[in-house]
């Protein structure tokens, strides 16, 4: 079992700010790389960004410049900063642990974030 628990979604206004969390165990925040992804109804789960265990990201074309991931290593726990949110960035956001493009974390019930005015 590889659980996760994502917090900090929320209602904001296009142009807002919010961050998203996901805690892991030491475990797994060790050996996987960690994502967050989204699903907005109607619309395929999407990858968003990535972070390795030594810091390397990556982002999907949309939220580039916009959506900054992190991690500390610390506290095992993933960030997602999302900036100048946008209303097609509506969805349930979800976290999860990855590796050879497959993840291997429980989905759990994800974070919503609803961008509207």
């Known amino acids: 079992q590889v659980q996760l628990v994502e917090s900090g979604g929320g209602l904001v206004q296009p142009g807002g700010s919010l961050r998203l969390s996901c805690a892991a165990s030491?475990?797994?925040?060790?050996?996987?790389?960690m994502g967050w992804y989204r699903q907005a109804p109607g619309k395929e789960r999407e990858l968003v960004a990535s972070?390795?265990?030594?810091?390397?990201?990556n982002y999907v074309d949309s939220v580039k410049g916009r959506f900054t991931i992190s991690r500390d290593n610390a506290k095992n726990t993933v960030y997602l900063q999302m900036n100048s949110l946008k209303p097609e960035d509506t969805a349930a956001y979800y976290c999860n642990a990855r590796l050879n493009r497959r993840e291997y974390g429980d989905w759990g019930q994800g974070t919503q974030v609803t961008v509207s005015s």
């Open positions: 972070i390795t265990t030594l810091g390397n990201t």
């Open positions: 030491r475990l797994v925040f060790s050996l996987y790389i």
